[in-house]
């Protein structure tokens, strides 16, 4: 197990687990609107109908992002657990602990993120 001891552990995992509960509130929330839209023509006009969808697509892309960030968020959680919270995926360096401030769910250092992004 590595541990970084340069950072407060017990922040981070307030902070993660405060955001997974509420990833899960939010997501009961928005199961409405990503229900299918009815294609009903006589109680709904054409324009209402592609706006309702264009709102659906809109709530399952949020949806998509929102799954995404639990999935970090809880492999964060898992990381801290094992002892190798706080170091890149990639290439094990030490994760600044400013940057874990901004987002404790990153798993990747700066430079990483940096060269993912250029790809």
């Given at each position: ?12 995992k307030k ?7 509420a ?11 990503s ?59 030490e994760?600044?602990e ?8 990153l798993?990747?250092?700066?430079s ?7 790809q």
């Amino acid at each position: 197990m590595i541990y970084n001891n340069n950072i407060d552990l017990k922040y981070f995992k307030k902070r993660l687990e405060e955001r997974l509960e509420a990833i899960d509130v939010g997501k009961n929330a928005d199961n409405e609107k990503s229900k299918p839209v009815e294609l009903d023509q006589a109680r709904m006009g054409r324009l209402s109908r592609m706006d309702a969808m264009q709102q659906q697509a809109m709530s399952q892309a949020t949806a998509h992002l929102v799954d995404a960030e639990y999935r970090r968020v809880k492999i964060a959680l898992e990381r801290m657990e094992s002892g190798e919270y706080g170091y890149c995926m990639n290439c094990d360096e030490e994760i600044a602990e400013g940057r874990l401030r901004v987002d404790p769910s990153l798993l990747t250092c700066i430079s990483c993120a940096r060269a993912s992004e250029e790809q």
